[in-house]
């Protein structure tokens, strides 16, 4: 997902170089070693990421509500996606997403778990990974409710995966990309 405005970092974050590659280039790179099919939710100032995207060769589609919260992006992704027969709902500020993680997530979904996620020292992080039996409910969510609500009424049908740090890190501001940078 792309449609923040990156207001507390001070420009578009997404393509902010890390190792001589933009932020959502390692995003993207890490998901299609492991999924079929990738969209990105885009929101504000869409065309600033779009040449990125053409280049890295994945659809996208722009949430005009994005300013409503994170959930209508995430229903605007997954509208592109319902023919799938899971989604994982991934953040474009965090990239170092473990290909192995994304793997074993799949894995774990196929063994008949309904959500996986990944959790670390207890905290349950991204990318989530939903069954295509969760779609309606997602899709039903209104702008004032979170996916952890649907996360909690399906509690026993969710399976976590332990994962390092990567999985609660995401890059908000400038100081936060320095702290980055020095702990990867």
């Not at 932020?23 to 885009?42: E, H, P």
């Not at 799949?106 to 670390?120: D, H, L, M, N, Q």
């Not at 649907?150 to 990567?166: F, G, N, P, Q």
Request: aromatic share 8%.
């Amino acid at each position: 997902m792309g449609a923040g405005e990156s207001r507390r970092m001070g420009t578009q974050k997404l393509l902010i170089e890390i190792r001589e590659k933009p932020m959502l280039g390692w995003v993207v790179s890490s998901f299609q070693q492991a999924v079929d099919d990738i969209v990105v939710v885009l929101g504000h100032r869409p065309e600033v990421l779009i040449p990125l995207l053409r280049q890295l060769g994945v659809k996208w589609t722009i949430n005009v509500n994005y300013r409503d919260g994170m959930i209508t992006s995430i229903k605007e992704g997954l509208k592109m996606l319902k023919e799938c027969d899971a989604v994982f709902v991934a953040l474009g500020d965090q990239p170092l997403v473990d290909v192995d993680f994304l793997k074993k997530a799949i894995e774990t979904w196929r063994k008949g778990a309904r959500i996986v996620c990944p959790i670390v020292r207890g905290k349950k992080g991204h990318p989530v990974l939903f069954d295509k039996s969760l779609f309606d409910e997602i899709l039903a969510l209104s702008k004032d409710q979170f996916l952890r609500d649907v996360i909690h009424r399906h509690k026993d049908e969710l399976k976590t995966i332990e994962a390092e740090e990567w999985a609660i890190t995401d890059i908000d501001t400038p100081e936060g990309l320095e702290a980055f940078k020095r702990k990867f």
